[in-house]
């Protein structure tokens, strides 16, 4: 069974980090891009940042460019998101997934995680 499992959530003061990691079982990530997803409370889940298969190219929504980093090890066969800086409108339950394709990464991609909740509060 295909499974993605998302970790590291938890709860941060403003301009705390975290460190997600997206990890799965029943395939292997290292040929598939992966993409970060967030849906706050009462809002439409928002593409956040991508992956491609090899690492070699990332994007970022406006809203994290600068504070947030994506990488990989595919040797763990897991990905990371790097979160800096962070605001209590981060606050959310983020997902990660995977597709073969990165241009479908943060369209439709294939394959999703339950989430892991991520609240930014004092």
């Known amino acids: 069974q295909l499974q993605l499992v998302e970790s590291g959530g938890g709860l941060v003061q403003p301009g705390g980090s975290l460190r997600l990691s997206c990890t799965a079982s029943g395939f292997t990530l290292d040929l598939h891009a992966i993409g970060w997803f967030r849906q706050a409370p009462g809002k439409e889940r928002e593409g956040v940042s991508c992956i491609s298969s090899s690492g070699g190219s990332t994007n970022y929504a406006d809203s994290v460019k600068g504070r947030f980093t994506i990488s990989r090890d595919n040797a763990k066969n897991t990905v990371y998101l790097q979160m800096n800086s962070l605001k209590p409108e981060d606050t959310a339950v983020y997902y990660c997934?995977?597709?073969?394709?990165?241009?479908?990464?943060?369209?439709?991609?294939?394959?999703w995680g339950k989430g892991t909740l991520v609240t930014v509060s004092s």
């Open positions: 997934a995977a597709d073969p394709f990165y241009s479908n990464c943060l369209s439709e991609p294939k394959y």
